[in-house]
């Protein structure tokens, strides 16, 4: 299993579309966590519905896996409206944008994923899009090109982005909706799981959804790929009541410890402790060390490993915290600890200020 192939990556697994397209909820009342997102936007759909007109455009941030296209197909749902999906990469001329957009119907729902990779030609059209409901047109080229403008329906635009940073000020404005998916807690984890065990007709009591949830990275799209790993370990060894020793068995097997660590993960601190001794040590450096890409480890290990305290990331390169040293039974040298900086946070699921402000620094 490849690094970008691992149970507990963010991303979607193109293999297990149908059955997560099976699990997600339909109406805001069966979304669960994000309480504060779904009260805001319950508010927007339900006056767009009294006033009789399409809703405003929404932009949903935050980070992979937390239900932002879930949300837009619960949007459509809500507004019975057809939905239109498209991503970002898709689009990168405006010709293509202008071709989805001339095919809209009223009241239509367009959800672009990843809406900040799309191209700046066709970002500027969808400016006018979004505020006037109206593309212009350009036919032929240099001096003779001349623009037709073309009239839309009114349409709903839903943008999701792992990145809202990367988006330019003039499209974040134009949404008359805005909510950022934080990571789920245990406790919600666990709802969904139950939600998913009943869909899928599964017994597990409450410590094995305990133990699902709390190796699921605050993740729901990774505890229901764990859900179905348990599923199927659980009907090969014969066991119909899965518990936390069942569940954490299961897992065991597939590598993800009690922390939600993967293979990569784990080499990843052990390379840092053992080879580097806590480091500092450069991406490149580190990435040799455990036979991978540094964009691979930069971008699918140190994300979750900073934010567990695990990690950290100083102007002069990577170094693990006591945290670390300790979530792989080793202790820390006393040269060691007296040589880390004194604000680096020390404990799995900190999340500190010098952790934020370190992610920027360059490094070798």
């Not at 009789?52 to 459509?76: E, F, N, Q």
């Not at 094995?208 to 709390?214: L, P």
Request: charged share 25%; glycine share 10%.
């Amino acid at each position: 299993m490849s690094a970008t192939d691992s149970l507990v990556a963010p991303g979607p697994d193109p293999d297990d579309k149908a059955i997560e397209a099976a699990l997600r909820p339909k109406n805001l009342d069966d979304f669960v966590g994000q309480k504060r997102v779904r009260e805001q936007l319950s508010l927007v759909l339900e006056a767009s519905r009294l006033r009789g007109r399409s809703a405003d455009h929404v932009l949903l941030s935050g980070p992979p896996g937390l239900g932002k296209t879930t949300l837009s197909m619960i949007i459509a749902a809500e507004m019975n409206a057809p939905l239109r999906i498209s991503s970002g990469p898709a689009i990168q001329h405006a010709g293509d944008l202008a071709a989805i957009l001339s095919s809209l119907t009223e009241g239509e729902v367009l959800f672009l994923d990843e809406i900040h990779r799309m191209s700046r030609p066709a970002e500027e059209m969808l400016y006018m899009a979004m505020e006037d409901f109206r593309v212009d047109i350009i036919v032929g080229k240099g001096a003779g090109a001349t623009a037709i403008p073309l009239e839309l329906p009114p349409f709903t635009l839903v943008g999701a982005t792992t990145r809202a940073g990367l988006l330019p000020g003039p499209l974040r404005d134009r949404f008359g909706f805005t909510g950022h998916l934080e990571f789920y807690s245990t406790d919600e984890l666990e709802l969904v799981l139950r939600r998913s065990a009943m869909l899928m007709d599964m017994k597990v009591n409450s410590a094995g959804f305990a133990e699902v949830a709390g190796r699921s990275r605050g993740t729901p799209r990774i505890a229901n790929r764990l859900l179905r790993r348990v599923r199927d370990w659980a009907l090969v060894h014969g066991i119909e009541q899965i518990d936390a020793r069942s569940a954490g068995a299961a897992l065991d097997m597939y590598e993800v410890d009690a922390l939600g660590l993967d293979r990569l993960d784990r080499a990843v601190l052990t390379a840092l402790i053992t080879k580097f001794n806590g480091g500092p040590v450069g991406l490149s450096t580190l990435a040799i060390a455990v036979g991978e890409e540094p964009e691979t480890v930069e971008t699918v290990a140190e994300p979750y490993l900073v934010r567990e305290g695990l990690l950290g990331r100083t102007p002069r390169g990577r170094i693990a915290t006591r945290a670390a040293w300790e979530h792989l039974g080793l202790q820390m040298p006393e040269n060691v600890a007296a040589a880390m900086p004194q604000n680096m946070f020390s404990g799995p699921g900190t999340n500190t200020s010098s952790a934020a402000a370190d992610e920027s620094a360059p490094e070798t």
